[in-house]
């Protein structure tokens, strides 16, 4: 079936304009998660949604970004007032919520904010 | 909360070796995955290993959660194994931690 898919696949923005970043998890996966990878740095954790919980933000690293799921499918990854610093690879990867947790990633959006 | 570290960073490896990479974690898991990114940023899932042995070809893991560690077995290794290996655990199931990444380049 169907993977992950993520849109853009790049996104150049300017400094302090906003984005937003599309995720489309697999089919069934009721799990969704945000990361983001720096250039040459491992993942960073941001958000992840489960069910009809409340999604755990812990890992955003400013008011500035913010996610929501819609209708327990797709996900959004709004950044606002983007800084230069922003800029990375920005991952989405989905997971079945039974026993096991296997997460599946996306392709990913590389952001450049210039 | 919970810290991941691969050992070791960077690795050279001729074509044909063999090597094994490892991942500590500092609390207990019900989620270890084992990740490679390839040269294009794709991340391929390796293996699901919260406990146990597993083997897919020429790959092989294992973790011991009682000891907090996975090991990540790479036999006969090829060019096509060059990326960066990544080893990532969940405490809790959802919330998840990477390590930092073990850099592989096979040489031919």
């Known amino acids: 079936g169907a993977g992950v898919s993520q849109s853009p696949s790049n996104k150049v923005t300017e400094k302090g304009k906003d984005v937003e970043l599309r995720c489309d998890p697999i089919?069934?996966?009721?799990?969704l998660y945000w990361y983001r990878q720096s250039l040459g740095q491992g993942l960073e954790f941001l958000i992840y949604?489960?069910?009809?919980?409340?999604?755990?933000k812990s890992g955003l690293p400013s008011d500035r970004f913010s996610a929501e799921r819609t209708g327990g499918s797709v996900s959004t990854l709004t950044i606002q007032r983007t800084q230069q610093e922003d800029s990375a690879v920005y991952l989405c990867?989905?997971?079945?919520?039974?026993?096991?947790?296997?997460?599946?990633f996306g392709p990913g959006t590389r952001l450049t904010v210039t | 909360g919970i810290q991941v570290e691969q050992s070791p960073p960077d690795l050279i490896l001729q074509e044909g070796a063999n090597s094994t990479l490892r991942c500590n974690f500092s609390?207990?898991?019900?989620?270890l995955q084992w990740f490679h990114q390839n040269p294009w940023g794709q991340l391929i899932n390796l293996f699901y290993?919260?406990?146990g042995t597993k083997q897919n070809g020429r790959l092989s893991a294992t973790t011991v959660a009682t000891e907090r560690y996975s090991l990540l077995y790479i036999s006969s290794s090829q060019t096509t194994d060059s990326g960066v290996y990544f080893c990532?655990?969940?405490?809790?199931?959802?919330?998840?931690?990477f390590g930092a990444g073990t850099r592989l380049f096979v040489k031919a």
């Open positions: 949604f489960q069910g009809n919980s409340a999604p755990d």
């Open positions: 609390d207990s898991v019900n989620n």
């Open positions: 089919s069934g996966h009721t799990a």
């Open positions: 990532a655990a969940a405490p809790g199931g959802f919330k998840t931690i």
């Open positions: 990867a989905s997971s079945d919520a039974g026993t096991v947790y296997e997460q599946y």
């Open positions: 290993i919260p406990s």
